[in-house]
């Protein structure tokens, strides 16, 4: 270690040693990952005692702990001093006496990669690098991005193409340069590293500077429990640096003599993609990538662990152990979260607590273990995981007698399907009437009137017609669709049915007979396809009819299943001549059914506001 320095860059496997200028990320030689050593006599002169007690928390607070040189160039957006939240319902719930939630959304960008990008972005400008490039699964983007803004350097991401789009917004925003790659995370990080080699970039990512900002997050944990380390500290593993640095944190305290005992560590990653799971359940200190990753739990999609070496060391030393989840259990979990202690994560974020309940069934804590679940990003960065599982609101007519039969009703709480269960098939022809009431009360908790009832048979005789099953799944969209009938008291517009004419070289064809006001019409069109030719057959036929002139604005197909006979959901938006706007939804194992039944209910809440 240089007289000059008090850090040197070290490689975890061969132990060579590297300046900041020849390599921050791997290991020259062997190409394992570095890690920075600290000289601790030398930290221990830097360190104001005083000042660390006593100062609000925050990531700025803890300067002297890090790689940095010149604090002039320090690149902070106030991260850090989120909140160590006691989970008092949880608590009850689970019977037991110390649960915490280390809420790292509370940090600038959402997530805990704020305090990595703090030290890796300053030692950019330290080195007076041109640009940063770097690989991503969403998080690191967003942060990297945002604080490249205000070093007003230069920032490319490659990223899967699979990215959640709140993520890849929040990094467009920012002004990043962003590459979707088809492919992993882990191809995607070779790639930043041929480019930044190539382009002269800094490499960014999780690299020994960013483990060391990161690292700021096991020291606040201690001192927000008055300079004591938890029983067990559970965090979600991607790349691994988290979780590492975390450990990297509490060892810091340990030997300059700040607190006296160290945590046990919980590694937590994905059934899907656990390739540290299987390597510790071997006892080895490497590992085997996994082959396919695939996860809802998007931000630790990651195959081949950048940091995945130094996770197994510290679990190892901690005396702690490595396990996964199952994606139902997260997205439960983020469930529980929400409606236990008001705390919305993304479901990595949720997957500490998954794994907390999965080991307090098998009961391996004390009641009076205290334990800290790592909350590692907000829930609006992935927030159609939580919108995937939820059901969608009633909607009713702007006038409080229609919100007064909702709220009689109890429409508005709806549960959503059991996850577990949502796959189940309940029938494979339409139910009896008394059946299907029966159902709806006892899974979903709501009542729906005779008239809704005979509509949400009709649906469901629609995917006994088409020869598909109705599971869990498929009952909850269908209620959601017709939820917002339930205050539709006239129905002018039907559609009786329709044929369509299509082939691979040719415009389709479509001709369709409706009811309108008790009169029957036909039409007929072409079109780019099957529904854009009855879309425009129907507005030909209501073209001279139609008092309302209604015209389409919008129109979005979610698809619920794998499989050509999956659930699809139509909605489609809507205005009329006075400038009223309404959604309608449609759902049916069937394309064109269900869009043409949301353009039907279009038609009708527009009617019905018109003639109020």
């Known amino acids: 270690m240089s007289q000059n320095s008090f850090y040197v860059l070290r490689c975890i496997s061969c132990k060579a040693e590297f300046k900041d200028h020849q390599s921050s990320s791997t290991c020259l030689k062997c190409l394992d990952p570095l890690e920075v050593i600290l000289d601790y006599e030398k930290i221990k002169k830097r360190i104001n005692l005083y000042a660390l007690k006593n100062a609000p928390i925050s990531t700025l607070k803890y300067l002297n702990f890090y790689p940095i040189h010149n604090l002039e160039k320090i690149v902070s957006l106030g991260e850090g001093g989120t909140p160590l939240h006691k ?97 992993t995370y882990s191809e995607c990080a070779i790639l930043a590293e041929k480019m930044a080699k190539k382009h002269g970039f800094y490499l960014a990512g999780d690299y020994a500077f960013r483990l060391e900002g990161q690292k700021s997050l096991g020291i606040e944990i201690a001192e927000q429990l008055d300079w004591n380390a938890p029983d067990y500290i559970i965090c979600p593993i991607g790349c691994g640096t988290n979780l590492a640095a975390i450990w990297k944190g509490f060892t810091d305290l340990k030997k300059l003599g700040l607190i006296k005992t160290l945590p046990k560590l919980i590694g937590v990653q994905a059934k899907t993609c656990n390739p540290l799971v299987e390597a510790f359940k071997q006892n080895k200190k490497n590992f085997k990538p996994y082959s396919y990753p695939n996860t809802i739990c998007s931000a630790v999609q990651v195959s081949d662990p950048l940091d995945g070496k130094k996770v197994l060391k510290a679990v190892y030393a901690s005396k702690g152990i490595i396990m996964d989840v199952q994606d139902e259990e997260v997205l439960e979990s983020v469930q529980l979260l929400s409606k236990k202690e008001a705390i919305f994560l993304e479901p990595s974020g949720a997957m500490p607590l998954a794994a907390f309940i999965k080991l307090k069934k098998r009961r391996f804590f004390k009641k009076t273990d205290r334990v800290i ?89 629609g995917f006994e017609i088409k020869g598909k099953s109705i599971t869990h799944q498929d009952l909850q969209n269908i209620l959601e669709e017709h939820l917002d009938e339930y205050t539709l008291s006239k129905k002018v517009l039907e559609v009786v049915d329709f044929s369509t004419k299509t082939s691979l070289n040719e415009k389709a064809e479509g001709e369709i007979k409706v009811r309108l006001k008790n009169k029957i019409y036909l039409s007929k ?64 194992p069937d394309v064109i059914v269900a869009s043409l039944v949301a353009y039907e209910k279009c038609y009708n809440f527009l009617y019905a506001r018109q003639t109020q």
């Open 373 to 461: 679940l790592i909350g590692t990003g907000n829930g609006l960065k992935d927030p159609l995981s939580a919108v995937k599982i939820l059901p969608d609101p009633p909607t009713v007519e702007a006038n409080l007698k229609e919100v007064e039969r909702c709220f009689q009703s109890k429409l508005y709480q709806m549960q959503a399907v059991n996850l577990r269960s949502k796959d189940k098939v309940l029938w494979k022809k339409a139910p009896t009437c008394a059946l299907l009431k029966k159902t709806i009360a006892k899974d979903f908790s709501v009542q729906f009137p005779e008239s809704v009832l005979k509509d949400i048979l009709k649906t469901c005789k």
């Open 87 to 183: 989970c008092k319902s949880l608590e009850k719930e689970f019977s037991h006496n110390e649960l915490y939630v280390k809420n790292e959304s509370a940090n600038p960008t959402g997530v805990f990669k704020d305090r990595g990008t703090l030290v890796e972005i300053t030692k950019v400008l330290e080195m007076e690098a041109k640009g940063v490039c770097f690989a991503s699964t969403g998080n690191m983007a967003a942060s990297l991005a945002a604080y490249c803004t205000l070093a007003q350097l230069p920032c490319y991401v490659l990223v899967p193409e699979s990215t959640p789009i709140g993520k890849l917004a929040q990094t467009l925003s920012y002004g990043a340069r962003i590459i979707q790659v088809r492919g």
């Open 525 to 588: 069109s072409k079109g780019n396809g099957t529904v854009d030719a009855l879309i425009k057959a129907l507005n030909k036929c209501l073209r001279e009819k139609d008092p309302i002139k209604m015209k389409l604005t919008d129109y979005q197909v979610a698809i619920f299943s794998p499989g050509t006979n999956a659930n699809v959901k139509v909605l489609i938006k809507a205005k009329d001549q006075k400038g009223n706007k309404v959604i309608g939804q449609g759902t049916s």
